[in-house]
Structures are given as structure tokens and as C-alpha cells.
């Protein structure tokens, strides 16, 4: 594969996930939760996948609202208004593991969450992304960790999102993208210089500390190697998942 081989397009990661169940590309972006529903049709590679530790979806409420909302988060998990970032997102699977009576659930992208909060559109908000590194200053608190809550629970690190190649492509042509792919993230990871332009391009936060913080927590060793650590935690979000009768 040559750079001029190469279509790109720019979505949100729900628009992505949706996009991979219609198999509009041939290497995609897309949620973990969104891959265990079309892992049929998409190999996962081995590169560029979003795996951590203290990376996790955060559940969050206003400040005022949190005394109320922490002493009764059986109602949180019952009638409060809860933006999500997108159905098929890890974010939604974590939160239904989390707590499957939860119910009232408003999907929207993801940078519009905590405007939906402020704007009084949902009562409390599951954030991913950039937004946790931003939702205190905003005047948000933290309700949940789900990242911290998957941890315990399993002592692995958490699956967000990762890279997948039509499985049609053959293993050749899909050897050859994980290839590239590496080279591509290893030179930016070598010479951050060299892409901070098409960063910025596209980020949610403009801040530099922001951005540079953002990809510190979701580009990683994982990334370039999932490993059998990572492999683990994939394969025990799949068990999880279907254990709890979601996928």
C-alpha cells in the first residue's frame, strides 16, 4: 500500500462503529464493543488499538448535583437522564456491566456531553476522549471511574477502541497494512513534531498540554503490541459481554 492508495475519512467514533456494521471501509477505526459485533467480517490487528490503565470512561454530574446524585445512585441508575456517547462505544458496554438497570439513556457524540449536562438535556454524562481531561475545570465532578471499576474487577487493563481490516483483503494485503501502520505510529511517536499540525487539525482541545496529555494516556506499548496481556483483556470484555446477554 502506497499514501496515495490510501482514502482517508474523518468520523466520530459512533459514526465509525455504525459505518463498520454497513462494511463501508477496508480498514477501520472503531470501539472494542462495536468490533465484538463484527469481528466475523474484521480482523483485529495488532496495531494501533487504545488500551490502559486510569484511561477509562468517567461517569460525571455538575458539582451541585453530586451530594444529591452520590446518596441516591440507585436513582442515577434508574431514572436520571444519562448522555452516552453512542450506542455500540466501549463507554456503553462499560456502563451497562457496570450497572445494567440503568435505563434512560440519551445518545449523542461525544464532545456534546457535557453541554448537555450545563444545558440540563441529561442529568448526568459518561465522557471519553479528551473530556477527562477538561471536565473538572468545566465545573464537573466524578461520579465513577469505569475505567478504575473494570480494573477491580478484572486486574486488566481496559479495551477502548482499536484498528480493523476486512478480512476479505486477504492475509497478505492485511499484513502489509499492519506494516505500514506500524511504521506510521512508530515515526510519530519518534518525531512528534512531525504530525503535531494534523493533530491540532482535528483535535476537540486545542490546548497543547491537553493534547499532548491525550495521547501520553491512549497511544502506549499496547498500541504498537497488543501482547497477551492485551489479547486477555479483549478476550475477558468478550466473556463479560456475553455473559451479560449484550452481544
Same mark, same amino acid.
Given at each position: 500500500?502506497?499514501?496515495?492508495?490510501?482514502?482517508?475519512?474523518?468520523?466520530?467514533?459512533?459514526?465509525?462503529?455504525? $459505518?463498520?456494521?454497513?462494511?463501508?471501509?477496508?480498514?477501520?477505526?472503531?470501539?472494542?464493543?462495536?468490533?465484538?459485533?463484527?469481528?466475523?467480517?474484521?480482523?483485529? $490487528?495488532?496495531?494501533?488499538?487504545?488500551?490502559?490503565?486510569?484511561?477509562?470512561?468517567?461517569?460525571?454530574?455538575?458539582?451541585?448535583?453530586?451530594?444529591?446524585?452520590?446518596?441516591?445512585?440507585?436513582? $442515577?441508575?434508574?431514572?436520571?437522564?444519562?448522555?452516552?456517547?453512542?450506542?455500540?462505544?466501549?463507554?456503553?458496554?462499560? $456502563?451497562?456491566?457496570?450497572?445494567?438497570?440503568?435505563?434512560?439513556?440519551?445518545? @449523542?457524540?461525544?464532545?456534546?456531553? @457535557?453541554?448537555?449536562?450545563?444545558?440540563?438535556?441529561?442529568?448526568?454524562?459518561?465522557?471519553?476522549?479528551?473530556?477527562?481531561?477538561?471536565?473538572?475545570?468545566?465545573?464537573?465532578?466524578?461520579?465513577?471511574?469505569?475505567?478504575?471499576?473494570?480494573?477491580?474487577?478484572?486486574?486488566?487493563?481496559?479495551?477502548?477502541?482499536?484498528?480493523?481490516?476486512?478480512?476479505?483483503?486477504?492475509?497478505?494485503?492485511?499484513?502489509?497494512?499492519?506494516?505500514?501502520?506500524?511504521?506510521?505510529?512508530?515515526?510519530?511517536?519518534?518525531?512528534?513534531?512531525?504530525?503535531?499540525?494534523?493533530?491540532?487539525?482535528?483535535?476537540?482541545?486545542?490546548?497543547?498540554?491537553?493534547?499532548?496529555?491525550?495521547?501520553?494516556?491512549?497511544?502506549?506499548?499496547?498500541?504498537?503490541?497488543?501482547?497477551?496481556?492485551?489479547?486477555?483483556?479483549?478476550?475477558?470484555?468478550?466473556? @463479560?459481554?456475553?455473559?451479560?446477554?449484550?452481544?
Amino acid at each position: 500500500a502506497q499514501a496515495a492508495d490510501i482514502e482517508t475519512h474523518l468520523h466520530d467514533v459512533e459514526t465509525l462503529n455504525r $459505518l463498520a456494521f454497513e462494511e463501508r471501509f477496508d480498514i477501520t477505526k472503531l470501539s472494542f464493543h462495536a468490533w465484538l459485533l463484527v469481528q466475523d467480517k474484521y480482523q483485529l $490487528l495488532n496495531i494501533g488499538s487504545a488500551l490502559g490503565r486510569g484511561c477509562g470512561p468517567l461517569v460525571i454530574c455538575g458539582k451541585d448535583a453530586y451530594p444529591l446524585v452520590q446518596q441516591h445512585l440507585s436513582h $442515577l441508575r434508574k431514572c436520571d437522564r444519562i448522555a452516552v456517547p453512542g450506542e455500540y462505544t466501549t463507554a456503553h458496554l462499560l $456502563l451497562r456491566l457496570w450497572n445494567p438497570e440503568i435505563r434512560n439513556r440519551i445518545f @449523542m457524540p461525544f464532545d456534546q456531553i @457535557m453541554d448537555a449536562i450545563e444545558s440540563g438535556e441529561a442529568d448526568t454524562g459518561v465522557i471519553i476522549h479528551e473530556g477527562r481531561f477538561v471536565f473538572e475545570e468545566r465545573g464537573f465532578q466524578c461520579l465513577e471511574d469505569l475505567g478504575e471499576w473494570w480494573e477491580g474487577e478484572t486486574g486488566l487493563p481496559i479495551p477502548l477502541g482499536c484498528i480493523a481490516v476486512k478480512k476479505s483483503l486477504g492475509a497478505e494485503r492485511i499484513g502489509e497494512i499492519e506494516q505500514r501502520l506500524r511504521r506510521s505510529i512508530q515515526t510519530a511517536l519518534d518525531d512528534p513534531g512531525s504530525t503535531s499540525e494534523y493533530v491540532k487539525a482535528h483535535a476537540q482541545e486545542l490546548d497543547d498540554d491537553v493534547i499532548q496529555q491525550h495521547i501520553e494516556t491512549y497511544v502506549n506499548d499496547f498500541t504498537l503490541d497488543l501482547g497477551a496481556e492485551g489479547r486477555a483483556a479483549i478476550e475477558k470484555l468478550k466473556q @463479560m459481554a456475553e455473559n451479560a446477554g449484550i452481544i
